[in-house]
């Protein structure tokens, strides 16, 4: 399996509990893929580089988890259909950048 990342924005102006509700489908689809989710570091309302869909403000979550090819796509497909989510993308990490994280909080 290898590591990837993907950042989300949502849409700001929807309540908290239907972004976990959107979070928490995006996960299941990563343990459903035979993907392992790993750290989701919430980053909160933050403003856009741009406007999109007339909006000035998102709400980002960064999601770490290790998968295959199919993983990806089957995210990237419910990402893609999911109402609340406004941007996201999806990056495989580098591995040497991950064992280099680790030996420096060791």
């Given at each position: 399996m290898r590591p990837y990342e993907t950042m989300v924005v949502f849409d700001s102006t929807i309540d908290a509990q239907t972004i976990q509700v959107a979070l928490d489908r995006a996960l299941d689809t990563i343990r459903n893929n035979g993907g392992t989710p790993g750290s989701i570091d919430r980053?909160?309302?933050?403003?856009?580089?741009?406007?999109?869909?007339?909006?000035?403000?998102?709400?980002?979550?960064?999601?770490?988890?290790?998968?295959?090819?199919d993983t990806v796509a089957e995210l990237d497909r419910i990402l893609t259909l999911t109402d609340e989510v406004m941007r996201f993308k999806i990056l495989r990490r580098n591995e040497r950048a991950k064992a280099r994280r680790v030996t420096a909080q060791a």
């Open positions: 980053w909160g309302k933050r403003p856009l580089a741009y406007e999109i869909n007339k909006r000035k403000e998102g709400y980002y979550v960064l999601v770490e988890f290790e998968g295959q090819a």
